[in-house]
């Protein structure tokens, strides 16, 4: 008897123990939310399991400390098991499906995340990390939904600016994208990237002189950037301007000779005059640098339809869609290869594409399918 007694006691006491480590763990998580100090928030998340390390809390404070991204995921779905209503266990966890680029995955986290907290600066977070999610799957609409909420809840960084630009971009709405990229500058991004993303929309819009002066400031931030140098190519396509855009492959060719950018462009230039063979010569060769190339894929699928190789395009155009499945000019030019032939095939290719936000797969569903 007095043996159990002593048992019991000390059970007790153990409960006893685990129970005030564990409340002084979410005292210290609940600190480590607001400290600003990554070194002193570091220290918190240590403490935090050492004394609670089979807690919610603790396998939390495991996952931030983790460098090991798989490894983050067991410990962050181990929290979520033990305590479901922390938004930022799931937010976390979100994230780090986004750098996995499991971004499917990641949304019903997100979603979540948002039932769980109602703090402005925690909404605008989780906002902007859902906006990065359907961005990624190509779904722009709802990015820039989920970005513009992020903006509406306090969010000043330049990024997200940028992210909108990019996906209005991506979605044909180049006066939006110039409008939101240079939101983006004025707020103090000054990366290349930037400014070669409005210098290609200033040239869809034929905004040439604004489209060439952001190329070339994109190339003295970042002397090296290919893709800069190959947009040069194709601002001067678009103003007709064929033997400039020759000149300017022959001169970065040099500099760069795999740099797949530039045969992609220069292919562009010849599809602009109707030479599709040297169209397809050049757009290959962009292929042989870069095999996962699927836009490439995509004009070179459009340029041997031109030609009538329906087959061949047809294969270009699988191969596409297949290296990136939310390729919506793809899905529309598959829908043109089944007009007259499979018109239900054909009215799911337009449909696909018109839902990934081209304009040409909208209007073919418009007019074919409806």
Not at 47 to 59: D, Q
Not at 141 to 160: H, L, M, P, R, W
Request: glycine share 6%.
């Amino acid at each position: 008897m007095k043996k159990i007694i002593v048992l019991f006691s000390f059970l007790f006491f153990v409960h006893i123990v685990t129970a005030q480590n564990n409340t002084e763990a979410e005292r210290l998580f609940r600190l480590s939310l607001e400290e600003q100090n990554q070194a002193t928030k570091k220290q918190q998340r240590q403490k935090i399991v050492e004394i609670a390390p089979e807690s919610a809390y603790g396998y939390f404070s495991k996952a931030w400390l983790s460098d090991d991204k798989n490894q983050q995921v067991q410990f962050l779905e181990k929290a979520i098991s033990l305590k479901n209503d922390e938004w930022v266990f799931h937010n976390n966890l979100g994230g780090t499906k986004n750098i996995l680029k499991k971004y499917q995955e990641a949304i019903p986290y997100f979603q979540k995340a948002f039932l769980f907290t109602n703090k402005d600066e925690d909404v605008l977070l989780i906002s902007n990390n859902i906006g990065l999610s359907y961005q990624n799957l190509g779904q722009h609409e709802k990015a820039i939904q989920y970005f513009i909420q992020s903006i509406d809840k306090g969010n000043t960084e330049y990024n997200v600016f940028d992210n909108i630009g990019w996906s209005y971009q991506n979605l044909g709405q180049h006066e939006k994208a110039i409008q939101y990229f240079t939101q983006s500058i004025d707020k103090g991004n000054k990366e290349y990237y930037v400014f070669a993303n409005r210098g290609h929309s200033y040239n869809e819009r034929g905004y040439y002189k604004e489209a060439l002066a952001d190329i070339e400031k994109s190339l003295q931030v970042d002397p090296n950037n290919e893709w800069a140098m190959a947009k040069i190519i194709g601002v001067y396509a678009n103003q007709g301007k064929y033997q400039e855009s020759i000149n300017t492959f022959n001169k970065y060719v040099v500099i760069k000779p795999n740099n797949q950018e530039l045969y992609f462009q220069v292919a562009v230039l010849y599809s602009k005059q109707k030479d599709f063979k040297n169209a397809i010569k050049n757009v290959s060769k962009a292929i042989e640098l870069k095999p996962k190339y699927a836009m490439a894929y995509t004009n070179r699928g459009y340029y041997n339809v031109e030609l009538g190789n329906d087959k061949k395009g047809m294969e270009d155009i699988d191969k596409a869609i297949s290296l990136d499945p939310n390729n919506g000019v793809a899905w529309n030019i598959k829908g043109t290869l089944y007009y007259k032939k499979n018109k239900e095939e054909m009215c799911r290719c337009f449909k696909k594409a018109m839902e990934l936000g081209d304009t040409q797969g909208k209007k073919n569903y418009t007019t074919y399918c409806q």
